[in-house]
Structures are given as structure tokens and as C-alpha cells.
């Protein structure tokens, strides 16, 4: 059997984290096995459905690098499809007219609910004459579901669950206007699209017995389900945006690398051993349902930062500048020109040890491109007083003589004039710092000197003095 997987979300919003997950989920399982991973997009929500956030969701895939298969397939397109199941089912007595109108449906709850009740549907049109219906009411097409026994799951991470059939009542296939409900569409493009494998959160997992039914109805192979827990805040509170369930757009602006949010993801609900950092390749060789673990996984935001970092660090200098240069040239007011460039390479392996995210990459590189004078930070320009500006003033002879500008040559003259004028290193670098970064704390000093090289260097001290 070759394995079929999807990735099914509705366009009314972004490509949130979850989502992000569920699809790097089912893309892998599909690569894993040689099989098809494809791309549905159910836009039956004709009011809450947008070009802009279908467009949303493409960009977060292709961000993450989750490719599909084929062309996206959009649910709405075949609703005539979906209506044609319903009628076959309605034709071979398997599915019934209902004419209960929104206030006749609220009363029988309210009525069921004060006897102490189920409020479900009570089935009441099930095997009634249509020809007693009252006039002038569209009826809705229902599922005549199985009342008795149970329907079971034997879902691939949940283990078997079991629904009693008097706890799932007859659903409507078909609205009284004639357009297909989600469930119908669901199970209908499914099979159509030879889904094998339907994996998404177990917030799924009661409308799965429904669907199980109608999948039986119609007389269709089923797939394999798979509910994967949601993912909580790190308080075990279900997620919400002050836990970070943001848009995958929100997570790029934010800074993160997308292989280390798609690895941090992976590591959600799923393990391989005690193994952390797992790279692409590795993902699609031992990914499995089998390791997907019962219970909710919980997002921690510094643990995703530190994931990032270790990507930051692996990255090669040339991607890493190609994500920073956006803001870099905003920094710079300018676009970047090819000395910026050299600089910002050679700079490279220093800055990306110290950095989290990308836009930590970006301020802690910037000071390699401000225009000068640079404008120094409140910490920066409390180093500055008069004394730092004399020695600065004699320091930069001293350097304006060096003949090879070198960090380590320099690093030694700095530290004869600290000695000769009976200074601490600190007491005459923290001003140097200040001068040629404008900040307090910066990448190592020499290796600034040598990476701005002599005369930026110099031009930057005799700003300040």
C-alpha cells in the first residue's frame, strides 16, 4: 500500500503552530515511507475564507520547507461532489429528510434538557412520511446512524477508544439550502483523494466516530487515524497567544530559523531517544506514529530559542547574512555595499556564537555598518567622560602607527598604553569599545579593530574625542 497523507486546514487566519505542526507530522510520515503528501485547503466557510490567508498558509509550508504533492486541492470546488454522496445515500435509505426548523430544534433541547436528557437530535423525522412535512420548509439530509452498539477506534496513537451509538446522533449531511456540511466533505475528499493516513489533533477525535459511521454508510475502505495531543503552554493551560500559539509568520519575524522551529515542533509530542537536535535527513529516517507520545506536549518558548541558537551557530555565514541584510540596510539607511559585506563575513563566526535568533544577529552586527558618528548607547556614552576621551585621544596615535593591523598586534598595544599609564585593560578597552561600537558590551575588542580595520577605527575614536 502506498501511503497517503494530507494536510487539511481552513483558510481563515495564519498558518498557526499547531497547524504547522500536524502538516510537518503527516509530510514526514509520507517521506518516510516513499509515499504522497498532499495539500487540501477546506474553504467550505465561504464567509471566514480568505485569498490572504490561503496565501498564509502556502508561505508558512514553503517557509518550513513542508512541500506537497500536486496541486493544493481546494474543498469548495467539489461541492457538487459532496452533495452527490448525500443523495445516493438518501436514495438508498440511508440517509433521511428532516424538516425541523431552527426553533422546533431548540425547543426539543430545551424540553430534553429540563427531563435531564441527552440534548443530541432525536432522530424524530428518521422514519416519518415526508409527506406529512409542513409546508413550505427545506428539509436538511441526516445520516440514519446506527443507534445501537458502539462504534470503535483503533487509532494508531490513542490506542482503541470506543463510543457508545446512542451518544453520536444523526448528522445533517446536507443544509437545508443544499451545500454540504464539513463532515460530509471531509470523509467525501478523503476518499476520493485515496487518503491512507489521517493524522491532525485529537480535538478531531469525536467528529472521527461520525465520520466513521458515514465512511460505513458508504461502504468505503476507512484510512488510519492518528490524533496527535494539542500542544498546552508551558503551565499546562491550553495554548493561547501569551503562550506563543502565533501565527509560523509570527515565529519568522520573531528571529527563528525555520529547520530549528521545525525541530523544536518534531520534538512536541514525538522523541527518538534522548536525541535533541535532529536534522531533516534523520526526521524522515526514523519518523513514526509509534513515538508519538498520549499526552499534551507543552511549548517552552526558551527551549525553542535555545534549539534556534544551535542552528544559528551551524548555519553558513553567507545564509545568515542574507537574513540580516534587510535590517542591517534599514540600520545603515543605506543598502549594504561590498566593504559591509566583508566586514559582516569575517564578523560572522564571532556574532553567531552569541546570538539567539536573527534579530539578535542583526543589533549585535549593526554597529559594522552605522554611518558614522555613531550615536552611543546610554551605557556606551557613560564611559565617556573626560579622562576616557584624553586616553582615547593618545591611544589613537599609538595606533596610527601600528604597521600591521592585526587583532593580536593590537591587542598588545593596547595593553602596553594600559600599562605605561598605570591603567587597568578595562579602564582604557571599555572606552575603546564604546568609540568603535557605540554600545557597552559588543563582540570581542580586537577582533572589532581588525575586522573595521584602520581607518574606520581611527575615524570612529577621533568621533568620540
Request: aromatic share 8%; glycine share 8%; with cysteine.
Amino acid at each position: 500500500m502506498s501511503v497517503v497523507t494530507r494536510f487539511a486546514p481552513s483558510p481563515t487566519g495564519f498558518l498557526h503552530i499547531g497547524g504547522a505542526r500536524t502538516a510537518l507530522f503527516n509530510w514526514l510520515f509520507a517521506r518516510h515511507h516513499g509515499g504522497t503528501f498532499l495539500l487540501r485547503i477546506e474553504d467550505t466557510d465561504r464567509q471566514r475564507s480568505t485569498e490572504a490567508a490561503v496565501e498564509a498558509i502556502f508561505d508558512g509550508l514553503r517557509w518550513l520547507g513542508l512541500d506537497w504533492d500536486g496541486e493544493p486541492l481546494m474543498q469548495f470546488s467539489h461541492a457538487a461532489r459532496h452533495a452527490e454522496v448525500a443523495r445516493r445515500l438518501l436514495a438508498e435509505g440511508k440517509a433521511y429528510h428532516c424538516y425541523c426548523s431552527p426553533a422546533e430544534l431548540e425547543a426539543m433541547r430545551a424540553e430534553q434538557k429540563a427531563k435531564g436528557l441527552s440534548t443530541l437530535y432525536d432522530g424524530r423525522w428518521r422514519d416519518r412520511d415526508p409527506s406529512t412535512a409542513p409546508p413550505g420548509v427545506a428539509p436538511v439530509v441526516r445520516l440514519k446512524a446506527p443507534r445501537d452498539g458502539e462504534t470503535v477506534l483503533a487509532d494508531k496513537v490513542q490506542g482503541e477508544v470506543r463510543v457508545r451509538n446512542d451518544q453520536l446522533d444523526d448528522m445533517v449531511l446536507l443544509r437545508a439550502d443544499g451545500t454540504p456540511t464539513y463532515m460530509l466533505s471531509v470523509v467525501v475528499d478523503d476518499h476520493d483523494m485515496a487518503i491512507t493516513h489521517v493524522i491532525r489533533g485529537d480535538d478531531h477525535l469525536t467528529n472521527t466516530f461520525r465520520q466513521i459511521q458515514l465512511y460505513r454508510a458508504c461502504g468505503w475502505t476507512m484510512p488510519d487515524f492518528a490524533h496527535i495531543p494539542l500542544i498546552h503552554g508551558p503551565d499546562g493551560a491550553k495554548m493561547s497567544k501569551r503562550h506563543g500559539a502565533l501565527g509560523v509568520d509570527a515565529y519568522r519575524d520573531m528571529g527563528f530559523l525555520p529547520e530549528a522551529l521545525a525541530n523544536y515542533l518534531l520534538r512536541l509530542g514525538w522523541s527518538h531517544g534522548d536525541d535533541e537536535i535532529i536534522s531533516r535527513e534523520d526526521a524522515v529516517k526514523w519518523f513514526n506514529l509509534d513515538a508519538i507520545g498520549r499526552g499534551a506536549a507543552r511549548f517552552d518558548f526558551a527551549k525553542l530559542t535555545s534549539v534556534n541558537g544551535h542552528y544559528l551557530r551551524h548555519s553558513d555565514n553567507l545564509t545568515l547574512l542574507a537574513a540580516i541584510a534587510p535590517k542591517l540596510t534599514e540600520a545603515a539607511g543605506r543598502p549594504l555595499d561590498d566593504t559591509d559585506r566583508q566586514r559582516l563575513d569575517r564578523a560572522m563566526p564571532s556574532l553567531k556564537e552569541r546570538g539567539k535568533t536573527i534579530l539578535d544577529l542583526a543589533e549585535s552586527a549593526a554597529f559594522y555598518v552605522m554611518p558614522r558618528p555613531l550615536a552611543l548607547d546610554a551605557a556606551a556614552a557613560k564611559l565617556m567622560d573626560e579622562k576616557a576621551r584624553k586616553s582615547l585621544a593618545e591611544l589613537s596615535l599609538i595606533l596610527a602607527a601600528v604597521q600591521e593591523w592585526r587583532q593580536d598586534i593590537l591587542e598588545g598595544e593596547v595593553r602596553s598604553y594600559a600599562d605605561a599609564n598605570g591603567l587597568k585593560l578595562g579602564q582604557i578597552a571599555q572606552p575603546l569599545r564604546a568609540a568603535l561600537t557605540g554600545r557597552a558590551v559588543s563582540p570581542p575588542l580586537f577582533e572589532v579593530l581588525e575586522i573595521l580595520g584602520r581607518d574606520e577605527s581611527l575615524g570612529r575614536i577621533r568621533d568620540v574625542v
